[in-house]
């Protein structure tokens, strides 16, 4: 149904409404652009994809080898997934995602923000729970998809702001230790967020030891930048 506010020159429309065993999840499209909302809550949009680029590129490039296997964490419109699948040093990347919608709809309307990666022969999708994977046994030390080159997690707001209470323990001692266990040897950590958290910076200096921050300015006025964690 045609959601229309006063002063709109775009109609609001809602492409699709789907109840999940979380709550409900809303794709709507405006002009050319498409946003996703959780449970009434604004979780990701297409208008600009930069930082989301940042966090892939960022990790891939400071891991600095060829053929890297690359996880995503939360997909989203696919804009990190984009990134990852077209990067000439990624041999391979999984991408992690929950929502079975979403899925559905990068194989739909929004395809076209990860250039149809999921099409591609080097890309896996996961639909599974991004925390069974990271606190589950890893596979055997000979299968290749046990760990990873780097990983790039943003399946949130933020480690402060999570879409669900669940998601809060990835951002723990506990969650960063698990993650660093999933990660090959010389592989990076990157975590995405829509603010920047000192406290979070210092609990994953104290898992990791080697933490850089980066800042990209976001377009809304007076907003705060965008951070990407990168951690090794
Ligand atoms: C902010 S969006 C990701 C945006 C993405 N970087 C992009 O470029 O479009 C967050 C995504 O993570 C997914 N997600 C949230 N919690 C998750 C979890 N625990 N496991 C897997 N996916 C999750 C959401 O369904 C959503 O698709």
Redo the contacts with the bound molecule.
């Keep these: 149904m045609p959601v229309k506010r006063e002063g709109d020159k775009v109609a609001t429309v809602v492409v699709e409404r789907v109840e999940t065993p979380r709550g409900e999840l809303v794709l709507r499209r405006r002009g050319d652009d498409f946003e996703?909302i959780s449970n009434g809550t604004f979780?990701?949009d297409t208008r600009d994809?930069t930082s989301?680029r940042l966090?892939v590129r960022a990790a891939v490039d400071a891991v600095g080898r060829p053929d890297l296997r690359v996880l995503i964490?939360?997909?989203?419109?696919?804009?990190?997934?984009g990134e990852a699948a077209a990067h000439p040093s990624v041999g391979h990347v999984t991408v992690?995602?929950?929502?079975a919608p979403?899925i559905a709809w990068q194989h739909g309307p929004l395809g076209r923000f990860s250039r149809h990666a999921l099409d591609a022969p080097h890309v896996q999708v996961r639909h599974?729970?991004?925390?069974d994977w990271v606190f589950a046994t890893a596979g055997p030390a000979d299968d290749p998809l046990a760990t990873y080159d780097a990983l790039c997690l943003?399946?949130?707001n933020g480690p402060d702001w999570t879409?669900?209470e669940?998601?809060r323990s990835l951002y723990g001692r506990e969650g960063l230790t698990a993650l660093r266990g999933r990660l090959a040897p010389g592989g990076v950590l990157a975590v995405?967020s829509a603010a920047a958290s000192r406290e979070f910076e210092e609990r994953l200096a104290g898992v990791f030891g080697d933490v850089r921050v980066e800042e990209v300015p976001v377009r809304v006025p007076r907003g705060v930048p965008d951070v990407v964690f990168l951690a090794r």
Aim: aromatic share 6%; no cysteine; proline share 0%.
């Design positions: 996703i979780l990701m994809g989301e966090l964490g939360g997909l989203g419109v696919g804009f990190s997934l992690v995602e929950r929502e979403v599974e729970d991004l925390l943003d399946i949130d879409v669900t669940s998601n995405w």
